[in-house]
């Protein structure tokens, strides 16, 4: 219902001269730029549709997130609207949220079907998508030509290489310098990255579209004992608590030759004020024994809260920010990849941000983490795996009776079904 009128966005409420105002609040994480680039959107639509809109900061963290929703939407929240959603969640809070198919039904075919089937829980559409991500590889180009290394297409070649460019760097005076950086605290981002080494090693997807439990086998046990290798040698022992930030807090500041990312860390790194600006290039995660590169799918959807007193303007929010322009100006602004695909060969895009049209194919191909087919025990099940690939990491217990140990609990859940 936005209309072009004279360059300026308007709503067809105000066209239609019956606008009220409303007050809104939408709440969203807050990862590198991600509030700044929300207020710039909110700010066009207030001025185009005369609403109000606050945003609730949320922590940083997928996981505290998730914890917070929950309690807000089980008490019945009636101060908060519109939600921005992990691409994980729309199983486990799709009860607590609009049905969008009908609102959206005029602008949903402009997005990927696969990441729309995603927000579809039983025919009802939970969310829309706001942006997709998948992970890169992150390397310094200056320290690869410097030593004649080739960017690392598997897993081993990386940690060779990390280690010599670590090890011969601190020798001439870089103390502070690691190999490689990575998420391994305990929460939702190490299960994206131990989800990766063991789909790249040939170990499946932890549960199979199917719903059944894969994740205990000897590929998966290998490719986390090889990590577990890494902490306290190429990686330093911070990664067992390191989030996104704090990998990219010790990348930015020049600090490490390789690391592991979302690509809202590529405009950041090269920034006007950050050391590593134009030192630095991505590629696709290395592949493991399994012969192939395995991205997790991430991205963030919008949601418009069921206990909400202003649905109407909050729908109508919801498509402003899912709109193609927004999702253009964020991919130039910030490298978020689109869900629309037309934008991938947008000329300003291509032009302005190649990074995104490069990123296509690794978006298509990504991996998705199991929260279809383990519906409302996702969390539980995520929770389960990352305490696994934490406590592997850290050395506690080994990676095949780990897996072992997570097999039995990921059974106890599941019982018949999830
Ligand atoms: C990114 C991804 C999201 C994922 C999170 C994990 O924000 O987009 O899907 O759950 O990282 O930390």
């Not at 992150?138 to 290394?149: A, S, T, W």
């Not at 869900?339 to 291509?350: F, G, H, R």
Request: glycine residues 8%; contains cysteine; proline residues 6%.
């Amino acid at each position: 219902m936005f209309k072009r009128l004279a360059g300026v966005l308007v709503t067809g409420v105000l066209l239609g001269g019956v606008a009220q105002a409303e007050e809104l609040s939408i709440v969203a994480g807050s990862i590198g730029k991600d509030i700044e680039e929300l207020r710039l959107q909110l700010d066009a639509f207030e001025k185009a549709s005369g609403h109000k809109v606050k945003i609730v900061t949320m922590p940083a963290s997928a996981t505290d997130q998730f914890g917070q929703y929950r309690l807000w939407l089980s008490a019945g929240n009636k101060d908060i609207d519109v939600y921005r959603t992990d691409v994980v969640w729309a199983p486990q809070l799709a009860a607590s949220f609009v049905d969008l198919s009908d609102a959206m039904k005029d602008v949903v075919g402009q997005h990927s079907p696969s990441v729309i089937a995603s927000q579809t829980v039983n025919g009802k559409l939970v969310a829309m998508p706001m942006f997709s991500d998948a992970p890169a590889l992150y390397y310094r180009k200056d320290l690869l030509e410097k030593y004649g290394k080739p960017v690392p297409t598997t897993w081993t070649e990386l940690a060779a290489t990390a280690k010599e460019i670590q090890d011969a760097e601190r020798a001439a005076g870089q103390p502070q310098l690691n190999g490689y950086v990575f998420q391994g605290a305990a929460y939702e981002g190490t299960t994206c990255a131990g989800l990766e080494l063991i789909a790249s090693n040939g170990g499946g997807d932890i549960v199979s579209p199917q719903g059944d439990i894969t994740v205990n086998n000897p590929k998966a046990a290998e490719a986390l004992s090889m990590a577990h290798g890494w902490v306290g040698t190429i990686a330093p022992k911070g990664v067992l608590g390191y989030q996104e930030e704090d990998a990219r807090g010790v990348w930015q500041t020049g600090n490490a030759v390789f690391m592991r990312n979302w690509p809202y860390a590529y405009p950041l790194g090269n920034g006007a004020d950050s050391p590593i600006k134009g030192k630095f290039e991505v590629a696709p995660l290395p592949a493991g024994a399994g012969g192939k590169s395995a991205a997790c799918l991430g991205g963030w959807n919008l949601a418009v809260s069921k206990y909400s007193t202003h649905q109407q303007a909050a729908i109508e929010l919801v498509r402003y920010l899912v709109s193609a322009e927004a999702q253009k100006q964020r991919a130039l602004l910030n490298v978020r990849l689109p869900s629309i695909p037309a934008l991938y060969q947008d000329p300003d895009i291509v032009a302005q941000q190649p990074l995104v049209a490069r990123w296509k194919d690794v978006f298509e191909n990504a991996t998705p983490r199991p929260s279809a087919p383990t519906k409302t025990r996702y969390n539980e099940v995520s929770q389960q795996f990352w305490t696994t690939v934490n406590r592997t990491l850290a050395g506690q217990g080994d990676a095949a009776s780990n897996l072992d140990a997570l097999d039995k609990q990921l059974r106890r859940l599941k019982r018949n079904d999830w």
